[in-house]
Antibody, heavy 117, light 106 residues
Framework: EVQLVESGGGLVQPGRSLKLSCVAS????????MTWIRQAPGKGLEWVAS????????YYPDSVKGRFTISRDNAKSTLYLQMNSLRSEDTATYYC??????????WGQGTLVTVSS | NIVMTQSPKSMSISVGDRVTMNCKAS??????IAWYQQKPGQSPKLLIYYASNRYTGVPDRFTGGGYGTDFTLTINSVQAEDAAFYYCQRIYNSPTFGGGTKLELK
């Protein structure tokens, strides 16, 4: 059974940093691209970052480019999201996801990040 | 950047009704569309991939259609457990979500 378990969320002040983790199990982690998606309270879904299976390439929307860094440790089956210079608009639940061909079939339970002073 | 627009934003229907919701892409995306269902307090669940393919375990009352810029998600004979938010998503190359449609039951 595929499982994705996020951790690392919490309350952080604007301008500070936070690192999220996602431990994957139930599949061969190094065979798959991985993606972070977030959802602000009461709002829709927003793609945050994607990384290739080897970690050789990463992709971001303009809203987080230069502030967030996605990475992975295939030996530990773990995905990361380093978030720097956090803003109030980054407040959201962050989901770790894995694609199948044509959609994100596997989602973690999410970890809540609150950016507030 | 491609923008995905969903309509209506919300709808209220009765159990047993048939409902269709829409998703419009600002550019041709072929069949690179997925649909998700999200219930309160839960993670989204994949319903449809490549515009019209039902994901494993999804009831056959859910049907996706469309190509290019206009897409639909139809639920035949809506059940009480279908009350949820539904999101379309352009897959690949900077995946982009629509704003969602809230389905409520009368």
């Amino acid at each position: 059974e595929v499982q994705l378990v996020e951790s690392g969320g919490g309350l952080v002040q604007p301008g500070r940093s936070l690192k999220l983790s996602c431990v994957a199990s139930g599949f061969t982690f190094n065979n798959y691209w991985m993606t972070w998606i977030r959802q602000a309270p009461g709002k829709g879904l927003e793609w945050v970052a994607s990384i290739t299976n080897t970690g050789g390439s990463t992709y971001y929307p303009d809203s987080v480019k230069g502030r967030f860094t996605i990475s992975r440790d295939n030996a530990k089956s773990t995905l990361y999201l380093q978030m720097n210079s956090l803003r109030s608009e980054d407040t959201a639940t962050y989901y770790c996801t894995r694609e199948i061909a044509g959609g994100f079939a596997y989602w973690g339970q999410g970890t809540l990040v609150t950016v507030s002073s | 950047n491609i923008v995905m627009t969903q309509s209506p934003k919300s709808m209220s229907i009765s159990v047993g009704d048939r409902v269709t919701m829409n998703c419009k892409a600002s550019q041709n995306v072929g069949n690179n569309i997925a649909w998700y269902q999200q219930k309160p307090g839960q993670s989204p669940k994949l319903l449809i991939y490549y515009a019209s393919n039902r994901y494993t375990g999804v009831p056959d009352r859910f049907t996706g259609g469309g190509y290019g810029t206009d897409f639909t998600l139809t639920i035949n004979s809506v059940q009480a457990e279908d009350a949820a938010f539904y999101y379309c998503q352009r897959i690949y190359n900077s995946p982009t979500f629509g704003g969602g449609t809230k389905l409520e039951l009368k």
